[in-house]
């Protein structure tokens, strides 16, 4: 029996008795044990009660697919045990689905059921098509007027119709798009499984900013007036052309890079745009961490705090700078990995190095909003991105004590993915933030997000140089090892509760491209994410 369809009159177990006055009677025998005699003819009033015979559901069926084949919704309705739905659901049959004409061909009913095959001709504007399929009806008896009706329910219009929910047939909100990326090279899900819910997103905002004719199709529509299904297309539309700024190359070498990780999240950026070359996760149908993770950046966020510290004057890169075992704040101690020291050392050092207490001895210098304020002023981490897909755009909210010095390495509440911590490796490499974009804004007129300020010419350079010295003979040295050109790094290791291994992080640029990927669970940002940035970035060779 089918969710919602109304119990019928039917019988369990039936005995057949004749009477002294010769009287057509049955025996239900319930779970109970109990019998009821029921009569099977006309009870006083000449009311039928009972199950109907397999005449009357014969009949009835008949009678009822005959009208509403031949247009007569009311009649049709009339037969039914629902007279105002079966006419409502009839009528916009005919005019929502636009079904010109319905042939109906009932088969041997199975009870009381009665199967049949609907061939309809559907038209709309000058698309035509013929759409067939099966459906059944149930035949009750209506316990009020003893007559036999057709049990209504919305899946005798079609098997798939619920309770309210339509059938239209219209245009399709966009129509096919042919995405393709930035050198005109065809993206499609069959070829690209990672980007198959990107992609379809892409078509879903961007469809009707294209040239493309949407398509036409029959669907059901639910009361929210959403698309539930599409039950026939009329017509495919004419696809239109979405160019992207994906680089097809850079797409297969992210791919490649974390195609042996089961968890795994990397993005390329093209530093001097904000433009984005690539875009990979593992598993490549589950959920995109790289653009909408919200995972604790770890040590990469240091780039964030550096330029804060080196902005008020509290650190320079030539200047001696503690970095001791450990560190109190807030009444928590804090240590670096392997509790190493660096005596008499530098800010640089201690940057490459990836010493935590070189910045967490900073934090009584500092009010609880200055890297809050840093993090979105310079590098727009926690604004509004309008990238042309979902994305989760950071936050490094304000807090006080343990939990801000927390912060300042990554930890506490700060929260990032691949796409922001590259987006700070190309603010760093580019001097200026350059809001991250998938679909250019020239394509349907929005404005990307500028962060408010800038760095000086003087920090941002000596950022550049803090991000090459931990690349070329820091944390992040084994990893860039072999990369040529203007390279700079960044490693990070997430601390998460309850976790054996830290989230592995790492980010990057070389030349005009910059990168971050994240592997939960991994370990050592350096050994783990590394290669897999470096493998990204080496992909324009």
């Given amino acids: 029996m089918r969710d919602g369809r109304k119990a019928v009159v039917i019988g369990a177990v039936f005995t057949v008795l004749v009477g002294a006055a010769g009287v057509g009677a049955y025996t239900l025998v319930g779970d109970s044990g109990l019998d009821a005699v029921i009569a099977n003819g006309p009870a006083d009033g000449g009311k039928e009660t009972g199950p109907p015979s397999e005449e009357e559901i014969r009949e009835t069926a008949e009678k009822f697919l005959d009208a509403w084949q031949a247009g007569k919704t009311e009649e049709a309705a009339a037969l039914t045990d629902d007279e105002t739905a079966a006419a409502e659901a009839l009528t916009g049959f005919r005019e929502d689905a636009g ?76 129509p096919p798009v042919r995405t393709v990326d930035r050198n005109g090279t065809e993206l499609t899900a069959e070829a690209h499984p990672e980007l198959a819910a990107t992609l379809a997103d892409l078509r879903k905002r961007f469809g009707d900013k294209t040239d493309g004719k949407p398509g036409v199709a029959t669907r059901i529509v639910g009361a929210d007036g959403k698309d539930v299904k599409t039950l026939k297309k009329l017509s495919e539309g004419t696809p239109g052309e979405l160019r992207t700024t994906l680089d097809a190359r850079v797409q297969k070498a992210a791919v490649q890079a974390i195609a042996d990780r089961p968890k795994a999240s990397v993005v390329a950026l093209k530093a001097s745009t904000g433009e984005i ?14 653009f909408q993770g919200s995972l604790a950046p770890g040590s990469t966020m240091k780039v964030v705090t550096a330029s804060m510290l080196l902005e008020k004057g509290l ?66 981490i926690g604004l509004t991105w309008e990238v042309g897909t979902t994305t989760f755009d950071g936050a490094v909210p304000v807090q006080s004590d343990a939990q801000m010095a927390a912060s300042l390495i990554g930890q506490g509440g700060v929260r990032a993915n691949p796409l922001i911590m590259a987006s700070v490796s190309a603010t760093v490499k580019n001097g200026v933030f350059k809001q991250p974009y998938i679909v250019s804004p020239e394509v349907d007129g929005r404005t990307l997000t500028k962060a408010p300020r800038t760095l000086s010419p003087a920090v941002a350079q000596e950022l550049r140089s803090l ?75």
């Fill in 99 to 174: 079904v010109t004409g319905v042939t109906l061909a009932p088969e041997p009913a199975s009870g009381t059921t009665v199967p049949f095959t609907v061939t309809a001709e559907v038209e709309h504007g000058k698309e035509r098509a013929e759409w067939v399929y099966k459906s059944d009806l149930a035949v009750m008896r209506d316990t009020g007027t003893g007559e036999a009706v057709v049990d209504w329910e919305p899946y005798v219009l079609h098997p798939e119709l619920q309770a309210g929910q339509t059938i239209e047939t219209g245009e399709a909100d966009a």
């Fill in 277 to 290: 070359l690539a875009v990979a996760n593992t598993p490549a149908d589950g959920f995109n961490t790289a």
């Fill in 315 to 380: 650190a320079a890169s030539g200047r001696q700078h503690p970095c001791p075992k450990e560190f109190n704040h807030g009444g928590w101690p804090f240590h670096n990995l392997d509790k190493f020291e660096i005596k008499g050392g530098t800010f640089a050092q201690s940057f490459s190095a990836s010493c935590n207490t070189a910045f967490i001895s900073q934090a009584g210098k500092l009010a609880d909003d200055d890297l809050t304020k840093q993090a979105r002023e310079v590098f727009g």
């Fill in 467 to 541: 991000m090459r010295l931990t690349a070329t003979s820091g944390t992040a040295a084994e990893a860039m090892a072999g990369t040529s050109g203007d390279i700079g790094a960044k490693t990070g290791s997430a601390e998460v509760d309850g976790q054996e291994k830290p989230n592995a992080w790492f980010t990057a640029y070389r030349d005009d491209m910059a990168a971050a990927a994240v592997i939960p669970a991994a370990g050592h940002g350096g050994t783990n994410a590394g290669p897999v940035v470096r493998q990204v970035l080496n992909s324009l060779n």
